[in-house]
């Protein structure tokens, strides 16, 4: 049996020096190599008393990284979907993301879809409008963004 812990510890340090992950794909990737559960959990709790694993950091950073081009609700899925609390996202959005952020984060978009929205026709506007909905945005910062551009031209 302790034989069996070592070897989940190491492999658990080799994943994570592979990539940073969050506890709950650390968990599913020892899982997968077929650890008994209460090895798992104390691999985790080894690699989490070196500070080697942390969600709260994990979300942050992942925000802080994402917020040029994502909207808050693509990064809360991804978040989520990475096995992080809600509250621990929550927290993560609120101090890491502002609405500046997420007008940056269209009109970034639209420069690289290479958009003019001067010599853009209504439908294409609409279309773009909706692509920016779909990818989360809210619009009154994506109507901001396009009355903006608009304005200043």
Known sequence: MDELLKQA????????????RTEAQLR???EQKNYP???VEAAIAYVKSFG?????????????????????REIYAALSQKGIE?????KA??????????IK???SLIKKKHFSLEESTEMEKKKLCDYLLRKGFR??????????????A
């Open 9 to 20: 510890k190491l492999k658990a340090l080799k994943l994570l020096t592979d990539m940073d």
């Open 93 to 102: 959005l609120e101090e890491c993301y502002a609405q500046e952020d997420e």
């Open 37 to 39: 559960g209460e090895i």
């Open 28 to 30: 599913q990737k020892l």
């Open 52 to 72: 080697y694993i942390d969600d709260d950091k994990y979300a942050k950073r992942f925000v802080t990284t994402k917020k040029a081009n994502k909207s808050r």
């Open 86 to 90: 809600h509250a621990l996202i929550d």
């Open 105 to 107: 984060a269209i009109s």
């Open 139 to 152: 619009y009154e910062n994506i109507r901001k963004v396009m009355q903006v551009s608009f304005w200043n």
